[in-house]
């Protein structure tokens, strides 16, 4: 996995010192969910738009932070607003089973493992891994992301409430 620093650097060195704390105390989260989602794109690319990998849109996000919050939010806000960004993250809306005799024997749990681990599981009992493709609504739900958004902060003693 590339370092995320460095893959970052560029957008988080252009942001203001208040979105880059704000960045910094989520990054705990956002490096484990693009280690959950190491090379899911690179085994279906050719049914997942790059531009919806995290790691793309969050970029993104990074570039245009001042666009969706002022500087003058305090870093609470920004992390809120970040922890939006990262719950609607377009990686959330795919699907990825795990195929035995032509019928869905497992769903992978982007948040419960990583994509890596979800493989290696079901490929051991001889399933195939099927793409399923977009869906309209995110998976797991927004309300389970934002508790493992929270929780994973918690363990590393921060919280999206507080000022630090």
């Keep these: 996995m590339t370092n995320l620093n460095a893959q970052f650097a560029p957008a988080l060195e252009q942001l203001a010192p208040r979105y880059r704390q704000a960045v910094n105390t989520m990054m ?5 969910l693009i280690r959950h989602y190491q090379q899911w794109f690179e085994r279906h690319r050719d049914f997942i738009e790059p531009e919806d990998l995290p790691q793309a849109q969050l970029g993104t996000f990074f570039n245009e932070f001042a666009a969706y919050c ?5 870093i609470a806000n920004l992390k809120i607003a970040l922890r939006g960004v990262i719950v609607n993250l377009d990686c959330f809306l795919y699907r990825t089973h795990a195929i035995n005799s032509g019928k869905t024997v497992d769903t992978w749990q982007p948040l419960a493992e990583s994509y890596q681990q979800f ?5 051991a009992r001889g399933n195939t891994l099927k793409q399923s493709g977009r869906h309209g609504d995110p998976y797991p739900p927004v309300d389970m992301i934002i508790h493992w958004v929270d929780s994973l902060l918690r363990e590393h003693g921060s919280s999206v409430y507080d000022n630090n």
């Design 28 to 32: 705990p989260v956002i490096t484990e």
């Design 119 to 123: 493989r290696e599981r079901n490929e």
């Design 70 to 74: 002022p500087p003058t939010e305090s």
